[in-house]
């Protein structure tokens, strides 16, 4: 593992993209000072230029170097930092518009997954990284979920199952108010125990699609998985159903057995509806815009 971080740490100085693991979902990084690297990543996801990149930083990296710093934002590094919280705050000057397409804002995340904390801290800088999907596809979870999406110029670090399994929570601190962009792996509740109730931005997340994280079989959502599977095999049709466990080890498992039941070449997936709360919300908000990017029209 050793010489295979320091070829990726050289790989990521010669402008080239690294495939790392976060304890969210596996990362397809380039050097965030590097506007060549990141136009790198827009290219092998085949997505809009107009979607901002996370900035990934080592936990001994400063964060003032690449946006304003506040209060809250001490508050909520203190609490969630390393781990699945993303910060979108006013960039600081020279943070490139590769990254934050054109906006005032940069979005920074400390990841907890030693190895990505190894290799931001052997790198040094910053790392741009959208998960390793193509685009509007389900997130990898393990190093596998990547092979044969991208071509073999990239390296790929193997770190093992991501822990927590949907993407981070984003929050935006930059406006007079804090307000939540996307749910994630952080519930919303224990935000807003330490800042208040989040707003609800009417400015989403460019990126946050309604069609996304897409199977390529039909996905319905539920609260009744068995009445709903017995309805339509009744109508002759084939059936696979996703239910949900306890919530930390169903977002765990998520995209690995979103990704299992489309690979099974049935007509019809059906997924169980998660309890709205905690990291229920995150879960839900990921099948919804499955079952809507879903089926044939998905490709
Ligand atoms: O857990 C995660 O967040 C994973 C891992 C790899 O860290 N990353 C991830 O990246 O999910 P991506 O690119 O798939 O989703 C990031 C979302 C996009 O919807 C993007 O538009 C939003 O974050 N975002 C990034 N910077 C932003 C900014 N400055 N303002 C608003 N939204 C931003
Ligand atoms: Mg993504």
Same mark, same amino acid.
């Given at each position: 593992?050793?010489?295979?971080?320091?070829?990726?740490?050289?790989?990521?100085?010669?402008?080239?993209?690294?495939?790392?693991?976060?304890?969210?979902?596996?990362?397809?990084?380039?050097? !965030?000072? %590097?506007?060549?690297?990141?136009?790198?990543?827009?290219? !092998?996801?085949?997505?809009?230029?107009?979607? $901002?990149?996370?900035?990934?930083?080592?936990?001994?990296?400063?964060?003032?170097?690449?946006?304003?710093?506040?209060?809250?934002?001490?508050?909520?590094?203190?609490?969630?930092?390393?781990?699945?919280?993303?910060?979108?705050?006013?960039?600081?000057?020279?943070?490139?518009?590769?990254?934050? =397409? *054109?906006?005032?804002?940069?979005?920074?995340?400390?990841?907890?997954?030693?190895?990505?904390?190894?290799?931001?801290?052997?790198?040094? *800088?910053?790392?741009?990284? /959208?998960?390793? %999907?193509?685009?509007?596809?389900?997130?990898?979870?393990?190093? !596998?979920?990547?092979?044969?999406?991208?071509?073999?110029?990239?390296?790929?670090?193997?770190?093992? /199952?991501?822990?927590?399994?949907?993407?981070?929570?984003?929050?935006?601190?930059?406006?007079?108010?804090?307000?939540? #962009?996307? $749910?994630?792996?952080? /519930?919303?509740?224990?935000?807003?125990?330490?800042?208040?109730?989040? =707003?609800?931005?009417?400015? $989403?997340?460019?990126? !946050?699609? =309604?069609?996304?994280? @897409?199977?390529?079989?039909? #996905?319905?959502?539920?609260?009744?998985? @068995?009445?709903?599977?017995?309805?339509?095999?009744?109508?002759?049709?084939?059936?696979?159903?996703?239910?949900?466990?306890?919530?930390?080890?169903?977002?765990?498992? #998520?995209?690995?057995?979103?990704?299992? #039941?489309?690979?099974?070449?049935?007509?019809?997936?059906?997924?169980?509806?998660?309890?709205?709360?905690?990291?229920?919300? @995150?879960? %839900?908000?990921?099948?919804?815009?499955?079952?809507?990017?879903?089926?044939?029209?998905?490709?």
């Amino acid at each position: 593992m050793e010489s295979e971080l320091s070829a990726a740490v050289a790989h990521l100085k010669a402008g080239g993209l690294v495939v790392f693991p976060t304890e969210t979902v596996y990362g397809l990084g380039a050097d !965030a000072d %590097n506007p060549l690297a990141v136009r790198r990543i827009f290219a !092998a996801k085949g997505r809009p230029l107009s979607h $901002p990149l996370i900035v990934h930083l080592a936990p001994s990296a400063e964060p003032r170097e690449w946006a304003k710093w506040s209060t809250e934002a001490q508050v909520l590094a203190d609490a969630f930092w390393p781990g699945p919280l993303t910060m979108v705050l006013n960039r600081a000057p020279g943070v490139c518009d590769e990254v934050t =397409a *054109g906006l005032n804002t940069v979005g920074l995340r400390v990841p907890a997954h030693p190895l990505a904390q190894a290799l931001l801290t052997a790198f040094g *800088g910053g790392l741009a990284a /959208p998960s390793a %999907n193509r685009f509007g596809r389900l997130s990898p979870t393990t190093a !596998a979920h990547v092979h044969g999406t991208f071509d073999e110029s990239v390296q790929v670090l193997d770190g093992g /199952p991501c822990s927590v399994g949907i993407e981070s929570t984003i929050v935006d601190l930059s406006g007079p108010r804090p307000a939540i #962009l996307r $749910p994630g792996g952080i /519930p919303i509740e224990d935000i807003e125990a330490l800042v208040g109730s989040l =707003a609800h931005s009417n400015t $989403p997340a460019p990126g !946050a699609l =309604a069609k996304h994280y @897409a199977p390529r079989t039909t #996905l319905l959502l539920t609260e009744q998985p @068995a009445k709903e599977a017995a309805r339509l095999r009744s109508l002759g049709r084939q059936v696979e159903v996703l239910r949900m466990g306890e919530p930390v080890e169903s977002a765990r498992k #998520l995209y690995a057995e979103l990704r299992r #039941l489309d690979g099974m070449g049935v007509d019809v997936l059906v997924a169980e509806r998660a309890p709205k709360r905690g990291l229920g919300l @995150a879960i %839900n908000d990921r099948l919804e815009r499955a079952a809507r990017g879903s089926g044939a029209k998905a490709d």
